[in-house]
Nanobody
Framework: QVQLVESGGGSVQAGGSLRLSCAASGSIFSINAMGWYRQAPGNQRELVATITSSGSTNYADSVKGRFAISRDNTKNTVYLQMNSLKPEDTAVYYC???????????????WGQGTQVTVSS
């Protein structure tokens, strides 16, 4: 089994910064991509950013230039540095590990429990 543990959420004023971390553990052989998604009340879950094992990144247009995703493959950990935060960034942020291969040869997607980010104006 694979577990994702997130940390780093909290409350901040507009213009501030937060850094989210997510560590994957378990019987992991490799992880194709890791990323962050978010869901605000009344909205669907949406992509924030993803990063592949080779370092290719993808960002939502709404966060480009403000957020930066990075990854430590040796620790199966992904980070999200969030700068210039806006009230509209308020949401529950979910970590995702996509196409996780185990030593048994199977693969699956896994999600964290979510961490709240609140940005006040």
């Amino acid at each position: 089994q694979v577990q994702l543990v997130e940390s780093g959420g909290g409350s901040v004023q507009a213009g501030g910064s937060l850094r989210l971390s997510c560590a994957a553990s378990g019987s992991i052989f490799s992880i194709n991509a890791m990323g962050w998604y978010r869901q605000a009340p009344g909205n669907q879950r949406e992509l924030v950013a993803t990063i592949t094992s080779s370092g290719s990144t993808n960002y939502a247009d709404s966060v480009k230039g403000r957020f930066a995703i990075s990854r430590d493959n040796t620790k199966n950990t992904v980070y999200l540095q969030m700068n210039s935060l806006k009230p509209e960034d308020t949401a529950v942020y979910y970590c995702a590990a996509l196409r996780v291969y185990t030593y048994r040869g199977s693969f699956n997607d896994y999600w964290g429990q979510g961490t709240q980010v609140t940005v006040s104006s």
